[in-house]
């Protein structure tokens, strides 16, 4: 999406040695790709970033990809988006308009190109939302999937949530954790949280608790086994109870802990943790 980040990701690709090329029509990717080839190793990794400056830029987009993929080369595709508020607040920062607004306002820009990326964004490999990330955050991101690329690795988030707040718009999996009791009810847990093992121990008490976290372990197995043959790098879990305090957090405590032990790089981030 146009604001929400392509230019810090193309700056934190190139610190890491990568070739990025910047707005680069997508019918001329292949021939990037080729010239790579033929630079005897010295430009093995290329970037390119795509966007709707270009306007007709999409159909020429998948066939570029389509054909990467026909030749073997090992591709990637990074989407990263924002929420409306956070684009529009970034293009009245900056003074700028939007690419595809035209005559109207910001907001029909970013409506129109959301509908021409829908499709792209379904076929990524890492969707990033930049709402709430400054630019460190962002790079921190991108530098934990591409610093190391001599072996590809499916690397985890476990997020848990409140669905009062909203649901994380990159999650990959999505964990309703509301059909155990809730703490909040009882007095002694209310102002504890799924990180105290008295709350831990209340959930998964609960009938069906453990069959859940044992089952759906099983789940995870068999589709970041997928993942891994598919290529695929980046997987982001989310766990969501209603206030993202109590139900939630221990249910991602133990994932994150199930998928570790399975031998996958797991961050775990509480994200609406004491926001009452």
Same mark, same amino acid.
């Given at each position: 999406?146009?604001?929400?980040?392509?230019?810090? =990701?193309?700056?934190?690709?190139?610190?890491?040695?990568?070739?990025?090329?910047?707005?680069?029509?997508?019918?001329?990717?292949?021939?990037?790709?080729?010239?790579?080839?033929?630079?005897?190793?010295?430009?093995?990794?290329?970037?390119?970033?795509?966007?709707?400056?270009?306007?007709?830029?999409?159909?020429?987009?998948?066939?570029?990809?389509?054909?990467?993929?026909?030749?073997?080369?090992?591709?990637?595709?990074?989407?990263?988006?924002?929420?409306?508020?956070?684009?529009?607040?970034?293009?009245?920062?900056?003074?700028?308009?939007?690419?595809?607004?035209?005559?109207?306002?910001?907001?029909?820009?970013?409506?129109?190109?959301?509908?021409?990326?829908?499709?792209?964004?379904?076929?990524?490999?890492?969707?990033?939302?930049?709402?709430?990330? !400054?630019?460190?955050?962002?790079?921190?991101?991108?530098?934990?999937?591409?610093?190391?690329?001599?072996?590809?690795?499916?690397? =985890?988030?476990?997020?848990?949530f409140g669905f009062k707040y909203g649901l994380p718009v990159d999650?990959?999996?999505?964990?309703?954790?509301?059909?155990?009791? !809730?703490?909040?009810?009882?007095?002694?847990?209310?102002?504890?949280?799924?990180?105290?093992?008295?709350?831990?121990?209340?959930?998964?008490?609960?009938?069906?608790?453990?069959?859940?976290?044992?089952?759906?372990?099983?789940?995870?197995?068999?589709?970041?086994?997928?993942?891994?043959?598919?290529?695929?790098?980046?997987?982001?879990?989310?766990?969501?109870?209603?206030?993202?305090?109590?139900?939630?957090?221990?249910?991602?405590?133990?994932?994150?802990?199930?998928?570790? =032990?399975?031998?996958?790089?797991?961050?775990?981030?509480?994200?609406?943790?004491?926001?009452?």
């Open positions: 999406m146009s604001g929400a980040g392509r230019s810090t =990701a193309a700056k934190c690709l190139e610190d890491l040695g990568w070739y990025v090329v910047d707005n680069l029509p997508p019918s001329l990717i292949p021939t990037m790709v080729d010239l790579g080839a033929r630079s005897q190793g010295a430009v093995a990794r290329i970037g390119a970033v795509v966007d709707v400056r270009g306007r007709s830029f999409f159909d020429d987009l998948l066939a570029s990809l389509e054909d990467l993929e026909k030749r073997g080369v090992r591709l990637r595709v990074v989407y990263l988006e924002a929420s409306d508020d956070a684009l529009v607040r970034r293009f009245e920062s900056v003074r700028r308009p939007h690419p595809l607004q035209g005559d109207g306002r910001i907001v029909d820009g970013i409506a129109q190109e959301r509908t021409l990326l829908r499709d792209l964004r379904g076929e990524a490999d890492l969707v990033i939302d930049t709402s709430g990330l !400054n630019v460190h955050e962002l790079r921190a991101k991108l530098d934990a999937q591409f610093s190391d690329d001599t072996e590809p690795q499916l690397r =985890a988030t476990v997020m848990s999650a990959d999996l999505v964990v309703d954790c509301r059909f155990l009791p !809730n703490p909040h009810w009882v007095p002694e847990l209310r102002a504890r949280t799924g990180t105290d093992d008295e709350v831990a121990r209340y959930v998964f008490d609960q009938p069906g608790a453990k069959e859940f976290l044992d089952q759906y372990a099983e789940i995870l197995r068999i589709v970041t086994d997928g993942y891994r043959r598919e290529g695929k790098r980046y997987l982001t879990l989310a766990v969501g109870c209603t206030g993202g305090k109590h139900r939630s957090v221990a249910m991602s405590e133990r994932l994150a802990k199930r998928l570790t =032990a399975d031998g996958l790089e797991t961050v775990l981030v509480h994200r609406d943790m004491g926001r009452e």
